[in-house]
């Protein structure tokens, strides 16, 4: 009998993107970039509906809770306070905003790759598009002592 553990499937996942996020000005754009990313994505779900940026929020969360519940929650918070923002903002400037940051923080995720000198995770795995914001949060539960 082999009592040995299997690493948890969030543990693989952080693991395998941080393998392209090691240098320390890398990981710095994207602690910046990633989440003004999902902030623009979820702007433009909004220029859609706000109800179509409600849906996606749930369905990232929804996968989000299969991989840890505390990861859940942080991504919760996140996602609420954006969306928060995103209400408050009138509406002709939910566009330009979303387009620019979304523009802005891409050019500065690619800038920080050129810097690692490695590809994006995406490139890979699509699904690194969803773990991005996990590792920018596993880093802030990281020095808070949270355990995920």
């Not at 859609?48 to 849906?55: D, E, K, M």
Request: net charge positive; proline share 7%.
């Amino acid at each position: 009998m082999d009592s040995t553990v299997s690493p948890r499937r969030i543990d693989v996942l952080l693991a395998r993107y941080a393998e392209s996020h090691r240098h320390p000005m890398n990981e710095l754009i994207h602690c910046i970039c990633v989440p003004a990313i999902v902030f623009s994505l979820l702007g433009l779900c909004w220029i859609v509906s706000p109800a179509v940026a409600l849906l996606v929020a749930a369905a990232t969360l929804a996968w989000y809770l299969r991989l840890s519940p505390p990861f859940a929650v942080g991504m919760l918070a996140m996602l609420a306070a954006m969306l928060v923002l995103l209400a408050r903002l009138p509406l002709g400037a939910v566009l330009p905003v979303s387009a620019t940051v979304f523009v802005l923080a891409w050019i500065g995720q690619f800038i920080g790759h050129r810097i690692e000198g490695k590809k994006p995770s995406f490139f890979e795995d699509l699904r690194f598009l969803l773990v991005g914001p996990l590792f920018v949060l596993a880093f802030l539960y990281r020095r808070w002592n949270i355990a995920y």
